[in-house]
């Protein structure tokens, strides 16, 4: 126990510091020179740390500085969409070396399970790792992932996730552990990594686009409920009848604020000049009053969410991402009728990471992962570590 703690405390304070000395090390961890020694030399073995230089000491003694060996191993982070697959590899640091972005095969199940193993062998080539493989990968999806099987349920723009052991089927395929979390929690972890939200301990990230969803971060942690379902906004019973089963599939919200009600809500005030959401945005920049009343009422339902978000949680930020929820005609909108409707504003900020977040956070699962088992660290958020090139 106590070579682990020391192993925890050197390695901890590396990733924070950079290169350091061991003399450093035995200041900043009070471990003995000797047991920084025994363990610096372990660690240098073990090839997760090497020699980086040498400083001057004030008496004219030189000392050797030794630092993390960012491409002692590498992870992936993968972000599964409906329509839309991002994977990354990331070294120890969690610098992005390489990556890649296709269609998600419209097959689910099993074939986009060979679609993400074919991407990963293929940027485990291109950054030049042929002779090792992955040492930890983290997946953010839509929907929730059921612990005691695996399967992922609540995602129906992926066949075939609710009928087979999505996580036993990933590992295995990527020769690793695997994790897999709901995409917008993944999200919230990047943006409290690298996003909007590193001065924070509590946040919310909420994502509208084609739908809703919530990612919570309390007191630095993710909050995941006892069925993995903390954070399912869609189901809040706003914008329609909670008892109506015409919106027991994707939730009275959502049904409500994503990106089909605010087309047909352009629609019922008239507007005829758009087929999608984007085209709505583009008739509002037109002047299209159609366009302005569809926005306006998608505003005060979203508002609402977010003060029954905030009367519960109380969080010191509100991020709003997705497609549609970084939209700064929408946030302008939410603002307003915050300041000027509410006696206590509500505290929203756009995503920092757009589009990158959930990939973001899913490196920083997987390191945080890999740093828990190999040296007992906390992740690359709860460190808050710089960020890096993602």
Known sequence: ?????????????????????????????????????????????????????????????????????????????????????????????????????????????????????????????????????????????????????????????????????????????????????????????????????????????????????MGLIADGRLVRGARGAAGEIAYLPLGGDPFDSRLYRHGTLETAVGSRAILDRYRGHGGTGADDVRGVFERLAAGDKAAEAALEETARLLTQALMAVRAIIDPARIVLGGSIGVRPELIARVRALSEARLPDKLPIEPSALGARGTVVGAVATALAQLYEDLFGVAGPAELALPAVPV
């Open 1 to 213: 126990m106590m070579r682990q703690l020391s192993v925890r405390s050197v390695m901890e304070a590396m990733l924070r510091r950079g290169p350091v000395s061991r003399a450093e090390l035995a200041r900043i961890t009070q471990l003995s020179k000797q047991t920084i020694s025994e363990v610096v030399r372990a660690l240098e073995k073990s090839g997760w740390i090497g020699v980086s230089g040498q400083v001057q000491g004030a008496l004219g003694r030189s000392a050797v500085t030794y630092e993390l060996r960012e491409d002692a191993a590498v992870v992936l982070g993968i972000d599964l969409g409906g329509t839309k697959l991002h994977v990354a590899l990331a070294n120890l640091a969690g610098t992005v070396v390489a990556e890649a972005v296709e269609p998600t095969d419209k097959r689910g199940g099993v074939h986009v399970i060979a679609q993400i193993g074919a991407m990963a062998k293929r940027l485990l080539k291109e950054a030049g790792r042929r002779g090792g493989g992955l040492s930890g990968a983290a997946m953010g999806c839509p929907g929730v992932v059921d612990p005691r099987t695996g399967a992922i349920e609540i995602a129906p723009d992926i066949p075939g996730f609710g009928e087979m052991d999505v996580v036993e089927a990933l590992g295995r395929r990527l020769g690793c552990r695997a994790l897999i979390e709901n995409d917008v929690n993944l999200a919230a972890k990047g943006e409290q990594w690298q996003g909007s939200c590193r001065d924070v301990q509590t946040f919310v990230l909420v994502a509208l686009g084609t739908g809703i969803g």
